[in-house]
């Protein structure tokens, strides 16, 4: 499994932003789908962004749309969640996970269930 440590979290005004990073051990790092998840309070963990391995297929949750950018730096072993416009339902644990390549699907998944390996998580906290 790819062990994963995410930063970036922290406390923000409505409208601000944030850059979560998530940080990969594993030297084979390009061969990952990566996603963001996200984690409020009494709810379920719900998808927010993923990018495929070599960032040529993107898809984001519909709250996502329009003010979440993610990307990827392979030299770097990092995914990058910048999230803009932040709003009070934006408040959540976020968690980076992991995604094995599925060389038979040509688009990244949205499912939790298809990535393996999770990091801690790290807390988003958006005031009113």
């Known amino acids: 499994q790819v062990q994963l440590v995410e930063s970036g979290g922290g406390l923000v005004q409505t409208g601000g932003s944030l850059r979560l990073s998530c940080a990969a051990s594993?030297?084979?790092?390009?061969?990952?789908?990566m996603g963001w998840f996200r984690q409020a309070p009494g709810k379920e963990r719900e998808f927010a962004a993923a990018i495929s391995w070599n960032g040529g297929s993107i898809v984001y949750a519909d709250s996502a749309k329009g003010r979440f950018t993610i990307s990827r730096d392979n030299a770097k072993n990092t995914v990058y969640l910048q999230m803009n416009s932040l709003k009070p339902e934006d408040t959540a644990v976020y968690y980076c996970a992991a995604a094995v390549r599925n060389v038979y699907r040509p688009y990244v998944s949205n499912d939790k269930a298809d990535f393996g390996s999770w990091g801690q998580g790290t807390q988003v906290t958006v005031s009113s």
């Open positions: 594993e030297r084979t790092f390009s061969s990952y789908d």
